[in-house]
């Protein structure tokens, strides 16, 4: 029976020891072939930036005493996916695996994350998919610190994986968001959740004399854990310290009572 061919991206960029610890881990499952980001891309969600210049640079790198071929693509993740799908691969892979990623992505801010949105561009292609996230701190996020230890994550990683090669899931099952906690061993216990609709990252202002200098929203973590369900993701990863592993689907659709909504939009 052939191996299964995986295809793997990060929005942290070609170089991240994140991308290599999923690569190192997913290769015992199969062919792993990565197309990533060529420069830090963290918070381009799924999108798709005309300003993008397509180019993609294979280049050889040593992970586990192997000499690996890669494909850093000036784009966004989710661009990532597309030329690793359409022009390297030339097929569509059993699995696209996005991560693992320099912070948690929990809560309403998951659109946010390039990681989750490359895993949601694969989605949309129809291949099974998964985005996989370390809890760190914020220091770290746009890093390539080896402070950051992805050994667990790797291994959680490439579980999930398994599962996701190995059994057909449902068909609102779009892909897999996988959040690990930084001190989870190999015997952390996992649970599906739900995402948390809280804003576990909050924004904060530039800090400028004048708008015409330049600056940028920044983001400051703000998680709350008093009033959080029990079963969200936010609550399992910062609360219970077990592994998040949430189900998401690209159907966006409010979920409501449709005849009580246009009742309630006829109404006067």
Known sequence: MAKP??????????????????????????????????EQSSGMGRSLPNTSDGTIQEQRVQVNGREWSVFAVGGSPAQSVLH???EV????????V???????????GVTISGTVGAAMEAASLGIPAMAVSLEADQKYHLSYSNDVNFLIAAEFAKRFAHLLLDRKFPQDVSLLKVDVPW?????????????????????VAPVRTSWSEPGTVGYREAGR??????????????????????????DLTARVDFAELDDLMRKG
Not at 89 to 96: M, W
Not at 189 to 203: D, G, I, K, M, N
């Open 98 to 108: 996005s991560g693992i990623n320099y912070g948690e992505n929990v809560a309403s």
């Open 89 to 96: 691969l030339k097929f569509k892979p059993d699995l696209v």
């Open 183 to 203: 001190d989870a061993t190999l015997e952390t216990p996992w649970q599906l959740t739900r995402v948390s609709r809280q804003r576990y990252y909050e924004p």
């Open 84 to 86: 690793g799908v359409l």
């Open 5 to 38: 061919q995986i295809l793997l991206t990060n929005d942290d960029g070609i170089r991240s020891p994140g991308l290599w610890a999923a690569a190192a881990s997913l290769s015992d499952l199969g062919f792993v072939t990565v197309t990533a980001p060529r």
């Open 225 to 250: 854990l008093e009033e959080e369900a029990e079963n969200t993701d936010v609550y399992v990863l910062r609360k219970k310290r077990w592994v998040s592993v949430t189900p998401l689907s690209l």
